[in-house]
């Protein structure tokens, strides 16, 4: 028995935190003496990181003009100065669509992709990935998310990759190769399966790196293998990649 084509659709996707202000609300500051008196237009008194386990983020309340003053025998340099606004992130993959063409059943199919990111000035970047859906036709039939050699106890996760060999092992997966990787793809038939934001699961982190102005490259290995029970028909999803600028 074979399959009608399998097409996955990858779309790209660069997603940065933005901060939204409320325009009703102002704030200033007034220093005075019986010689002088001040006037600011802003808050100079905030700089601080904030985390948690899904983001990171720095603020800075400061001086709106931040410049350097010079004259004969001064030089002022005045407010925060934003390094970040001149550095670019680049992100590739090597092709927009993944076609797999016809299945024959417990004969798994392979394609590549090529990820490359540059950092620029930027302290690094972090890649994250997820499926909009897990693979399915327009009738409702899905093709399982891949949960590897399941029969000897090599189970894996969204977050932990484990060996996938077994032919009688069904689903979709992939393997992920490259020094900003995750460490569990120790070898290239280790796989995990996509996290699925229809299932409300969170993207997993793909790759990560601290180091500025370096251009890394990831290959991923995308594998899918059917059962001879598996309906017939045209299979597809969406693959999200999200690139992050270090801070």
């Known amino acids: 028995m074979k399959y009608k084509i399998l097409k996955l659709s990858i779309i790209l996707f660069f997603e940065f935190c933005t901060l939204s202000l409320h325009p009703r ?25 904030q985390t948690s386990s899904g983001y990171r983020l720095v603020d800075l309340l400061g ?3 931040a410049q350097i003053f010079t004259s004969k025998g001064y030089l002022i340099q005045s407010g925060f100065l934003n390094k970040a606004s001149s550095s670019i992130l680049r992100f590739s993959i090597s092709k927009g669509t993944v ?30 990935i997820a499926q909009n859906k897990p693979l399915s036709t327009e009738a409702g039939a899905q093709i399982p ?9 090599k189970v894996c996760t969204t977050d932990k990759g484990n060996l996938w060999q077994d032919d ?4 979709f997966g992939y ?12 070898a290239n038939n280790i796989f995990r399966p996509f996290a699925t934001l229809s299932k409300k699961e969170k993207p997993t982190l793909i790759m990560d790196s601290a180091e500025k102005n370096i251009t890394d490259t990831a290959s991923m290995k995308l594998k899918i293998n059917v059962a001879r029970s598996q309906p017939v028909g045209i299979y597809q999803n969406i693959l999200v990649f999200s690139a992050l600028p270090g801070i």
């Open 25 to 49: 609300f102002a704030g200033a500051q007034d220093m005075s003496s019986s010689n002088y008196q001040i006037q600011q237009g802003s808050l100079n008194t905030s700089s601080q990181a």
């Open 63 to 65: 001086q709106t003009s």
């Open 99 to 128: 076609n797999f063409g016809t299945l024959t059943p417990e004969k798994p199919s392979t394609d590549n992709l090529l990820i490359t990111v540059s950092s620029g000035t930027f302290p690094g970047f972090q890649v994250y």
């Open 145 to 153: 998310d891949a949960t590897c050699d399941v029969l000897t106890n």
């Open 168 to 171: 009688s092992s069904y689903g």
């Open 175 to 186: 393997n992920l190769q490259g020094k900003s990787a995750p460490s569990d793809f120790k």
